[in-house]
């Protein structure tokens, strides 16, 4: 893991969100208690940088917008596995918005969606799944993941302009800036 560059990224991405109010970590729900911060899995393999932060935001064409980024955006080549944040339930998987291919997972009280994956919405047997076959990932709503499991891969679908994961995370319904998180987990990585 590219830690180095994280660490580069977060000290400029967090400017002043450290006395943020603090955020309950999704154990208490977890199957597993003892999950810490630093059991969590980073979301993306192939890791390039972070191409858009949280907040309000530009617009591509330079233009100043009111356009409010809901999520980070991680950089990496089309194709690249998508991995499960922290262990829950998966509660949605959509292809018809702008987040192009979507899984959405519930921890406890945390929500995380992954967006502009590979693969599309399909009716199976046991029930809607996002399937992406040359990936070899089909996710069933409803079905149980394990932190760090593959559950997608890195595509363009929605909108985007490059290859890239947008990650959005709610904690009891209320938006969180994923730098935050990705600060408690490598503030307590770093001291192992
Ligand atoms: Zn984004």
């Known amino acids: 893991m590219h830690w180095q560059r994280i660490s580069l990224a977060l000290a400029i991405a967090l400017g002043g969100v450290l006395g943020s109010p603090k955020l309950s970590q999704p154990s208490q729900n977890s199957s597993q208690g003892t ?13 390039q940088g972070y191409s858009s932060p949280f907040g309000y935001r530009r617009s591509p064409t330079g233009e100043p917008t009111t356009e409010f980024h ?27 918005t702008a987040c192009g291919t979507l899984v959405r997972i519930r921890s406890g ?59 959005t995370l709610r904690h009891r319904g209320q938006l969180v800036n994923p730098a935050v998180v990705l600060q408690a987990m490598y503030g307590t990585q770093a001291q192992r």
Not at 35 to 47: C, K, M, Q, T, Y
């Open 35 to 47: 999950l810490r911060w630093n059991d969590a899995s980073f979301p993306v393999e192939n890791f």
């Open 70 to 96: 809901n999520g980070l955006d991680f950089a990496a080549p089309e194709g690249s596995y998508i991995r499960n944040w922290w262990a829950g339930q998966v509660i949605e998987v959509s292809d018809d």
């Open 109 to 167: 009280a945390w929500e995380h969606v992954y967006c502009h994956m590979k693969g599309r919405v399909e009716q199976t047997p046991q029930g809607r799944a996002m399937v992406d076959r040359p990936g070899g990932v089909l996710i069933l709503e409803g079905q149980r993941v394990p932190t760090g499991a593959r559950i997608g891969r890195v595509g363009m679908t929605g909108r985007t302009t490059g290859p890239h994961l947008h990650w």
